[in-house]
T-cell receptor
């Protein structure tokens, strides 16, 4: 079993739709929970990160962490064609476990005009 | 604010040639990393430097060497390039090991 599981998609939605991206994980010691956006031929861009359970909002993006279920989500409201990219969830192991960054497989999102 | 800057952006090498990939960050981060990204394999850690003066192997270190030149700069060297090292290489940095990382835009390397 992989430490982080993410549905690879691809996911295609019409412009204006609400998008839900999800990851599950197995290591209860993970601390930081991150979402990266990667456009074609670009590096992963850190979109949002949280340290604890709960919600964090930034404009049209909401990140949600449920540590009891080992489940994280990214919601994109009023999706735009410019949101078309691959979205990667990632988690940090604590420093005493090596501090490694573990990525999900990435979900390819396409928002159609 | 540039963040993480990588040079060059593209490079083609012949088998056996050597090359150094450069990375610099302007966020005053302590930790820096080198990854490679291959189709179907995701991002794999090659080497990292938890702090200035230290370097450690990641998942796939064979065929590579690194130098943490100072707090800002971390270079990756291929001593004798092989076709299996054709990949996209990303440098990243974070305040400390175990904290969110910021990535550069990558170096696309082809080895013929």
């Amino acid at each position: 079993q992989k430490e982080v599981e993410q549905d690879p998609g691809p996911l295609s939605v019409p412009e204006g739709a609400i998008v839900s991206l999800n990851c599950t994980y197995s290591n209860s010691a993970f601390q930081y929970f991150m979402w990266y956006r990667q456009y074609s031929r670009k590096g992963p861009e850190l979109l949002m990160y949280t340290y604890s359970s709960g919600n964090k909002e930034d404009g049209r993006f909401t990140a949600q962490v449920d540590k009891s279920s080992k489940y994280i989500s990214l919601f994109i409201r009023d999706s735009q064609p410019s949101d078309s990219a691959t979205y990667l969830c990632a988690m940090c192991a604590p420093y005493n476990q090596g501090g490694k960054l573990i990525f999900g497989q990435g979900t390819e999102l396409s928002v159609k005009p | 604010n540039a963040g993480v800057t990588q040079t060059p952006k593209f490079q083609v090498l012949k088998t056996g040639q050597s090359m150094t990939l450069q990375c610099a960050q302007d966020m005053n981060h302590n930790s820096m990393y080198w990854y490679r990204q291959d189709p179907g394999m995701g991002l794999r850690l090659i080497y990292y430097s938890a702090s200035e003066g230290t370097t450690d192997k990641g998942e796939v270190p064979n065929g590579y060497n690194v130098s943490r030149l100072n707090k800002r700069e971390f270079s990756l060297r291929l001593e004798s390039a092989a076709p299996s090292q054709t990949s996209v290489y990303f440098c990243a940095s974070s305040e400390a090991r175990g904290q969110p990382q910021h990535f550069g835009d990558g170096t696309r390397l082809s080895i013929l």
